[in-house]
């Protein structure tokens, strides 16, 4: 077995849309720069996800310098996004957060209401280090998250993979596997590792960036998404009730705070550290 290392990193600029391959990222305290720093809300400033509108995983958010995107999606001109001048915030929702975010140019909110077919809003955190922070019961006091849904960064396991698309194999829904890992939308996934080896990490280093683990990632209808057509199926959530349910959650990958900051490169290795 090759030395465990890191084999994939991503960056999702807009939450729920395309992931974004990348060789290396800077970790921030909040997540991976550049990741989930721009949602979508509707009219009333609650988050809009693939959970509500699965067709979000055909438009994709290609970063550029100075923190802007250029949107693209089927049947849609390109449209570039820049992020927008400080100005007054909007009080939004995000799960269980409430939070102060600044609104993108109306010409996004056209875009994207062309293509889901309804009015929303494109909007963008500006300073993560005091606008949102992490449930205390998982992080020290005050550690700042993005617009993740709870966690700076998400690590999945090749191993864990193959061993789910097994499971899902000798299921009666094989027909389904076997799955990619962008159903689960990770940040890093490392390679070289025994399947569900994951269970037992508290805090690991890859490369010179050093990490702990807030808790196991809890996995929801997104992942039934297939995140090339949209198209919803029932795995893996059906095969991950019968083998990784826990505490009433269906677990699949690791939520990570950083504990340092620094540059994770494809290839890192990766450290166990307790």
């Keep these: 077995m090759p030395a465990p290392g890191l084999s994939a990193v991503h960056v999702h600029p807009v939450k729920s849309l395309a992931a974004y391959a990348v060789g290396e990222a800077v970790v921030e305290p909040w997540g991976l720069g550049g990741d989930r720093r721009w949602m979508l809300v509707d009219t009333e400033g609650t988050v809009v996800t693939q959970r509500q509108r699965p067709r ?23 449209l570039t996004v820049e992020v927008p ?9 995000l799960h269980r957060s409430r939070l102060d975010v600044v609104e993108a140019a109306r010409e996004a909110h056209d875009w ?7 009015e929303v809003r494109l909007v963008h955190l500006d300073a993560p280090e005091r606008r949102r922070f992490i449930d ?31 499971l899902v194999a000798a299921g009666d829904r094989a027909d389904e596997g076997p ?12 390679s070289g590792t025994e399947p569900w080896a994951e269970d037992g990490w508290h805090r690991l280093a890859i490369g010179e960036v050093a990490f ?12 039934t998404t297939d995140q090339r057509t949209a198209r919803r199926g029932t795995e893996p959530l059906r095969t991950l009730a019968r083998h990784r349910r826990s505490d009433g959650e269906l677990r699949f990958g690791l939520n990570l705070v950083p504990d340092t900051t620094g540059v994770v490169r494809v290839g890192d290795p990766l450290r166990i550290l307790a």
């Excluded at 979000?56 to 390109?78: D, F, K, Q, R």
């Excluded at 994207?112 to 309804?118: D, K, N």
């Excluded at 890992?181 to 490392?190: G, Y």
């Design 212 to 223: 702990r683990v807030a808790r196991p990632s809890a996995r929801c209808v997104v992942t």
């Design 112 to 118: 994207f209401g062309a293509f889901l077919g309804t």
């Design 56 to 78: 979000l995983a055909l438009v994709s958010a290609e970063p550029v310098p100075g923190g802007g995107v250029v949107l693209a999606a089927p049947g849609s001109a390109a």
């Design 179 to 190: 799955l990619p890992m962008d159903r689960f939308r990770p940040n890093v996934v490392v």
């Design 136 to 166: 205390p019961a998982y992080a020290r006091p005050g550690e700042p998250v993005s617009l993740a849904d709870g966690y700076p960064l998400l690590l999945t396991s090749t191993a864990s993979l193959d061993a789910l698309n097994a």
């Design 85 to 93: 001048e400080p100005r007054e915030t909007v009080r939004v929702r």
